[in-house]
């Protein structure tokens, strides 16, 4: 049996400028980071022939053609398997549609397994730039590569994706204390609504390659802000890097009208009340995880535990997507 591990992320800055319909003809830049919450895959042989499928639902088919999972089907076609043979089960820590990336770093983690389970070694670069194909190429998904490339590589990374579809990938240079800190300042926080991103990202995404000029700025500003946090982290400087938050979800809620909601928006004032300095829902929007940075931790736990919402607490992985055991 193999077991493959890959973690969900937290994005800390330029955020959407991983779209190909921006960064192909901008460039984008943006900076995540991996948390210790996590995507399993198991990959085995059963004893029968046949496609074994174990998530939400169960399948069991005989060809890959069949299987209606459309990330497992495209990742096993592309393993060319003459006979199936395979039993494949996930589990996760954090059900999807909560913004934290969990549909790259199931693909992450499945393309690790069946490599694996074949007996053979991928790079994290080849393992990022295989899942965004699955997921942007194959499948036609209006998603970027972020989610795909934090989860291969792990740790507090800087991204640029380049017009010609390369990616440069570089950690933060950010001093240890300043990470502990930080560690100790982001607390996350789940709405209760669970969302798909599909609907969000494809209005942004017809629309910046319709050169609509709203988007198009608003994805330019949200890039410049991602080099500003980058140079605040950079510096520990924490208070100006959770203003730029700040600043980033008043400029992110003006991409769409599903990015927010009544609700979502008075949690955010409750929390901006009782210690925090800045936030943002993590992802494409419309629901999920509020994230925020304390200044005042303990007075914003209590403010969001009166306010209804369960906190979840994490640390940051620095391993990216790995084999656990084979």
Not at 38 to 55: A, D, N, Q, W
Not at 132 to 158: M, S
Not at 212 to 224: G, P, T
Request: glycine share 10%; with cysteine; proline share 3%.
């Amino acid at each position: 049996m193999i077991i493959t591990r890959s973690p969900l992320r937290i994005s800390l800055g330029g955020g959407g400028t991983d779209l190909p319909s921006y960064y192909e003809r901008y460039e984008g830049f943006l900076i995540a980071a991996a948390i210790d919450k996590y995507v399993y895959v198991s990959v085995m042989r059963p004893f029968t022939e046949g496609i074994f499928l174990k998530y939400s639902r169960m399948e069991n088919v005989k060809n890959v053609k069949d299987i209606e999972h459309p990330i497992i089907r495209e990742a096993l076609a592309m393993q060319e398997l003459k006979t199936p043979q395979i039993e494949i089960t996930t589990l996760a820590d954090i059900p999807s549609g909560t913004g934290l990336g969990s549909s790259g770093s199931f693909t992450a983690a499945l393309i690790r397994a069946l490599y694996a389970h074949r007996k053979k070694h991928i790079l994290s670069a080849d393992l990022a730039e295989m899942a965004c194909h699955i997921e942007i190429d194959r499948l036609g998904q209006p998603v970027g590569k972020q989610d795909q490339y934090i989860a291969a590589y792990g740790g507090l990374t800087a991204f640029t994706f380049h017009r010609d579809g390369a990616v440069t990938s570089e950690p933060l240079k950010i001093p240890i204390e300043t990470v502990f800190n930080l560690e100790d300042s982001l607390l996350l926080f789940f709405t209760g609504f669970s969302r798909s991103a599909g609907e969000i990202l494809k209005d942004q995404d017809w629309r910046s390659r319709e050169n609509d000029s709203e988007m198009l700025e608003n994805l330019h500003f949200i890039k410049d802000l991602g080099y500003r946090s980058r140079d605040a982290l950079e510096r520990g400087d924490l208070d100006r890097f959770g203003e730029l938050m700040d600043e980033h979800w008043r400029r992110k809620k003006k991409r769409s009208s599903g990015m927010s909601n009544t609700r979502i928006d008075d949690w955010y004032s409750i929390a901006m009340k009782n210690g925090a300095i800045g936030g943002k829902l993590v992802g494409a929007g419309g629901g999920g995880f509020l994230m925020f940075l304390a200044r005042d931790a303990v007075k914003l736990r209590g403010a969001m535990r009166e306010a209804g919402l369960d906190e979840v607490r994490f640390r940051f992985d620095y391993e990216g997507t790995k084999v656990l055991l084979s």
